[in-house]
């Protein structure tokens, strides 16, 4: 099937960006994760860089849980837990946390 070319819409334009800050928790926007990929896919074997938690920093807010685009953070007691079975290393959790609790080491395969 032939690709379509994206709309003027789904252009990134320099301009277009929009900076929000999030307030409260319940401010963010709906979480853009895919389930079913996450509960069949295993991307791990993806990942060149491996995002590891700080619990020493961490503040539980889940901000990461929200954005990881896999679903691969999980909350076990109060605290967001990485899946690495499924965590393919986009870094977006470690980019995302308001206090640089997520360190990103190189994998060793
Ligand atoms: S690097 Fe972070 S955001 Fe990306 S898949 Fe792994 S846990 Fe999710
Ligand atoms: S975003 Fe950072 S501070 Fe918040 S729960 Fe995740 S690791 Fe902890």
Redesign the pocket.
């Known amino acids: 099937m032939p690709q379509k070319k994206p709309t003027k819409k789904l252009r990134n334009k320099k301009d277009d960006v929009k900076y929000i800050t999030f307030q409260r928790e319940s401010d963010l926007p709906p979480a853009a994760i895919s389930l079913a990929s996450t509960m069949y896919n295993k991307t791990g074997k993806w990942?060149s860089i491996r995002?590891v938690i700080d619990y020493q920093k961490c503040i539980s807010c889940m901000i990461?849980w929200k954005?990881?685009?896999?679903a691969?953070?999980r909350i076990v007691s109060e605290k967001p837990q990485?899946a690495l079975d499924?965590?393919?290393?986009?870094?977006?959790?470690?980019e995302e946390c308001p206090v640089k609790a997520?360190e990103l080491q190189e994998e060793k395969k």
């Open positions: 990942r995002p990461c954005f990881c685009p896999d691969a953070i990485i499924y965590c393919k290393g986009c870094a977006i959790c470690a997520i």
